[in-house]
């Protein structure tokens, strides 16, 4: 009798140990307000404005109504090509088709500076794209690392 009751107390207690395991390893849930909001904190955001749905779709193609959210600050201008996407996807299988989008707006933006917008092109070659389970980023600036840092930093554990 001893040794059952020990056994259901170890299968429990491992179950248990299993579910934090996994709680530890599960990406934050964050509204996108909440993460601008950080990031506006920790960084400036220089030669970007937050931009909308319509904009979103145009330069990613792209329907923001697929997502749970989007979070788009395109260039100031037309010859600037700093850029800050995140999208918080409904589930995982959206990532890819999300990341894809993203390589061809890196792709298409230097192949229209090509030629002519040398310190532009510098900048897109520096772009990074990360994911998770939730969100996906871009990030195309002066200092792609930094600010992928702090966009990571706020949508990890």
């Known amino acids: 009798m001893k040794l059952r009751i020990f ?3 170890s299968v429990i207690v491992l179950f248990l140990f299993i579910l934090v395991l996994m709680q530890e ?3 934050r849930e964050m509204p996108l307000s909440e993460v601008e ?3 506006l904190e920790k960084t400036e955001l220089n030669g ?3 931009s909308d749905a ?4 145009r330069a990613y193609g792209l329907n923001a109504e697929d997502y749970l959210e989007i979070l788009y600050y395109e260039p100031e201008t037309t010859m600037d090509v ?3 996407l995140i999208v918080r996807v409904a589930d995982s299988g959206q ?3 999300v990341r894809a989008a993203m390589e061809s707006r890196i792709a298409q933006q230097q192949n229209n500076f090509d030629g002519y917008g040398t310190n532009q092109l510098e900048i897109l070659e520096d772009a990074l794209v990360y994911s998770n389970d939730m969100y996906v980023c871009l990030v195309i600036a002066g200092d792609s690392r930094t600010l992928m840092d702090v966009v990571r930093s706020i949508v990890e554990e």
């Open 25 to 27: 390893k599960t990406p």
């Open 54 to 57: 319509l904009r979103f779709k």
């Open 48 to 50: 970007m404005t937050r």
């Open 7 to 9: 056994q259901a107390v």
């Open 95 to 97: 990532t890819e088709t």
């Open 37 to 39: 909001r950080l990031i």
């Open 82 to 84: 700093n850029e800050l």
